[in-house]
């Protein structure tokens, strides 16, 4: 395996903010789950079996202090966290990179060129290592898996950079995007944001755009869209829409989780709703310190809703103080993560702290709780394979 770090082909020329970094390994303390060695084993053959998929996540390494990071995305160069990645058990990650946190030009982000500047820097790191490939096609997650590889999926959790032209949605395509939001929280053209006081749902120029994004073979995503606009555009969409990263407003009741109606909807069209794990958001009252049985509190009540073959796990983690980023970019991530009900406010959410050991603390934490293979199977990434298969062209 290759020790590449992110940028190392500059050689050190541009001096690049190296360190100080977040660490990949041993932030936090290791997860301490009651699963047997029998299960933890099972957990661990199955995700060397099968194609694990997480729907949504930061695979990047973000500065020890997340006050750095705005300097840091200045840059235009995140780093990726390849050695996280060869621990995850992953065969893809759909990453969505820098996002709402996208300022390397301005103090705005979602700006065109700065979504442009972060998705080809990222290709340039990606293409002068062997480990992590960059997926465009189902052939490329089945050579991936096939290979040993880690794909990535890239993503944007708005559309807001296209403005009002469309033509946009098919530069991005070129460009390596496979998976796009409508809104990220804030209204756009498209559509109503989940932080928005007059939910007004798709708009007319959203509904040409997801009959382009269709047309493309670009995924939908309304996971920070309004429930409105979730709703409209799975009827809108001629294809599955996903859900990347969401929880169930019935077991927490903020408005960053999504009602009952929003994540029937996703499973109608045929799409699947990821489960998320950014910090404070999918609590539950049977555990408000945010942790792993928190978040599978969401994926046992979106299961019992929609069924199990519409639900998935996409933990929106990242390698750092997610807790942090949050504080530092509170006025442009939006309020709807924050929540006035009483709950325990954490450090980390513990077993799901990054990208290299969620997955292995899911499995593991479904073979205890007496899933089936098969299950397993589906929501680790079948269910996320099979609606692609319909997505992408």
Not at 20 to 26: M, R, S, T
Request: hydrophobic share 45%; charged share 20%; net charge negative.
């Amino acid at each position: 395996m290759s020790e590449y770090r992110s940028y190392d082909y500059l050689e050190g020329e541009l001096r690049l903010p190296r360190d100080p970094l977040a660490p990949e390994f041993g932030r936090v303390p290791a997860f301490g789950g009651d699963f047997t060695p029998a299960e933890i084993y099972r957990a661990e053959q199955l995700l060397a079996k099968i194609v694990a998929v997480s729907l949504h996540d930061h695979p990047v390494i973000f500065p020890a202090n997340m006050a750095d990071t705005p300097a840091y995305n200045r840059t235009g160069r995140q780093f990726t966290a390849f050695e996280g990645l060869r621990r995850s058990g992953l065969t893809v990650v759909f990453d969505n990179m820098m996002d709402g946190t996208a300022m390397v030009t301005g103090n705005t982000p979602w700006q065109w060129d700065d979504v442009v500047t972060d998705l080809g820097m990222r290709q340039a790191d990606i293409a002068h290592q062997r480990d992590v490939v960059v997926i465009r096609t189902l052939a490329d997650i089945e050579a991936a898996h096939r290979d040993g590889k880690i794909g990535l999926v890239f993503g944007l959790e708005a559309a807001t950079p296209i403005g009002n032209d469309l033509d946009r949605l098919d530069i991005l395509y070129g460009l390596g995007i496979r998976q796009i939001g409508i809104a990220y929280s804030e209204s756009n053209g498209l559509g109503a944001g989940l932080t928005e006081t007059a939910d007004f749902g798709l708009t007319d120029f959203g509904r040409a755009a997801v009959r382009r994004m269709n047309q493309l073979g670009l995924a939908i995503d309304v996971s920070h869209s309004s429930d409105h606009t979730g709703i409209e555009a799975a009827d809108a969409s001629s294809v599955p829409i996903f859900m990347t990263h969401a929880g169930a407003k019935a077991v927490w009741d903020i408005p960053r989780l999504k009602s009952d109606d929003a994540l029937r909807a996703v499973a109608a069209s045929g799409g699947v709703i990821g489960m998320s794990a950014a910090p404070h958001t999918t609590i539950s009252h049977a555990h408000p310190a945010h942790s792993i049985a928190s978040v599978m509190d969401h994926f046992q009540y979106c299961l019992e809703l929609v069924g199990i073959d519409h639900v998935a796990f996409g933990p929106d983690t990242l390698y750092g103080d997610h807790v942090g980023l949050h504080t530092t970019f509170s006025a442009l991530l939006g309020a709807a993560a924050a929540t006035s009900l009483p709950h325990t406010r954490v450090p980390y959410v513990d077993g799901l702290e990054n990208p290299s050991e969620s997955f292995h603390n899911i499995a593991a934490w479904l073979v205890h709780n007496g899933f089936s293979d098969d299950e397993i199977t589906k929501v680790l990434g079948a269910n996320i394979l099979r609606a692609l298969g319909d997505i992408w062209a």
